[in-house]
């Protein structure tokens, strides 16, 4: 088991439900992350970083302004991976990358995933790489125990949905709607059945993400999940914190703070 796995399990014994927050790289600047995820240590299970990229994949405008904040600000995935490995080890907060499969390409495959390693991430999430030709990165991931985590959406056959569930390492994503990311006021109504359907499928947790911003919202989706990720919720209270120390550690202290009650909700503490 690698890092994240572990921590999945831990999460998930006994009833209890995984958090995943999701942050920009980068955003306003490496070293607000590195502050964000210290700060999110021995609260979430792991952390979904963003890499940023001119040409975002999915990504609703919160998360596409803050994709440019940082490219703005001079980040680059050297810069990121320099910062994740200058964290403790074993750090209690897996990472796990969202990368655009552009990025992975243009480094080739095998230094790519040597990068990661080497930076102490524990898992790769690709939203633009087509399931169907996949298997040359999951084959160099799961040599290295990088766990290559997979997509389902709304969309999804049933035939398909089989077979990404059952080559998903680490959790498998499930996209709860058709769309970009970003904060909604409700969920679709077939959600439950949805994933109830897809947990029939996969060996591993199935966390979900997409339009979760409210504690009451994930507490409702981890009645039917093994988990949530959340976004936009977390990304929007960086903006305007560039060039301003008080700013920016006001948005570290809210971060901190909305994710200790999405933690409290997903344990049945925080209805609101």
């Known amino acids: 088991m690698n890092p994240l796995q572990r921590q999945l399990e831990q999460a998930c014994s006994d009833g209890g439900k995984a958090l995943i927050p999701f942050l920009t790289a980068g ?11 210290e700060a999110l240590s ?3 299970t792991a952390c979904e970083l963003g890499i940023p990229y001119s040409d ?5 405008p919160v998360i596409q302004a803050s994709y440019t904040r940082a490219l703005e600000s001079g980040v680059s995935l050297e810069r990121i991976a320099g910062m994740l490995a200058c964290r403790p080890t074993p750090s209690p907060l897996p990472i796990v990358w969202m990368v655009s499969y552009a990025i992975v390409h243009r480094r080739g495959l095998e230094r790519f995933v040597a990068l990661a390693r080497q930076s102490g991430v524990s898992g790769l999430i690709v939203p633009d790489l087509l399931f169907e030709e996949s ?3 999951r084959a160099i991931c799961d040599r290295e125990e990088l766990s290559l985590i997979q997509l389902i959406t709304p969309t999804t056959t049933p035939d398909r949905g089989r077979r990404i569930a059952e080559a998903s390492r680490g959790f498998l994503y499930y996209v709860s709607v058709a769309g970009v990311t970003g904060e909604r006021d409700a969920l679709p109504a077939e959600l439950a059945d ?3 359907r897809v947990r029939e499928w996969s060996p591993v947790p199935v966390c979900v993400g997409f339009g979760i911003s409210r504690p009451e919202q994930a507490r409702r989706v981890a009645e039917i999940a ?4 959340i976004g936009s919720a977390f990304v929007r209270e960086l903006e305007g914190a560039a060039g301003s120390p008080t700013a920016r550690d006001t948005a570290v202290s809210r971060i901190a703070e909305k994710a200790r009650a999405f933690a409290a909700a997903l344990r049945g503490g925080d209805k609101s």
């Open 194 to 196: 949805d994933v109830a």
């Open 27 to 37: 955003d306003p600047d490496v070293e607000t992350t590195a502050e964000l995820l």
């Open 56 to 60: 975002p994949i999915a990504d609703g």
């Open 226 to 229: 093994d988990g949530v990720i």
């Open 42 to 44: 021995g609260v979430a």
């Open 135 to 137: 298997e040359p990165l």
